[in-house]
């Protein structure tokens, strides 16, 4: 059974930086198209960042772009999510998602998180004024 499992998260300052890591269980993780979301209080879940299973493709929400990096080791079967300039509105449980069935083309990305089967549990990413 795959399992994905977030790490990373925590409390900092308006301005500084996290690193969120999605370690997969997966042995086929390098064919997984991958994504992160997250589900502020209250709020429904929105699509963050995804990245082709080639890893040659990403997308970002608005939001995010210019300040969030995705990225993936197929190697060390993990992604990750760089976050700099944080904001409070960045505030949210951070969930990464992966496509584990049969290979999306190399240079698709999934934004919604139907297109999406298997997630982690989430971790707290809390941004202070």
């Known amino acids: 059974q795959v399992q994905l499992v977030e790490s990373g998260g925590g409390l900092v300052q308006a301005g500084g930086s996290l690193r969120l890591s999605c370690e997969t269980s997966?042995?086929?993780?390098?064919?997984?198209?991958m994504a992160w979301f997250r589900q502020a209080p209250g709020k429904e879940r929105d699509f963050v960042a995804g990245?082709?299973?080639?890893?040659?493709?990403?997308y970002y929400a608005d939001s995010v772009k210019g300040r969030f990096i995705i990225s993936r080791d197929n190697a060390k079967n993990t992604m990750y999510l760089q976050m700099n300039s944080l904001k409070p509105e960045d505030t949210a449980v951070y969930y990464c998602?992966?496509?584990?069935?049969?290979?999306?083309?190399?240079?698709?990305?999934?934004?919604?998180?139907?297109?999406?089967?298997?997630w982690g549990q989430g971790t707290q990413v809390t941004v202070s004024s």
């Open positions: 990245i082709s299973w080639r890893g040659g493709t990403t």
């Open positions: 998602a992966g496509y584990k069935d049969s290979p999306w083309p190399p240079t698709r990305v999934g934004t919604r998180g139907d297109e999406y089967d298997v």
């Open positions: 997966g042995r086929t993780f390098s064919t997984y198209a």
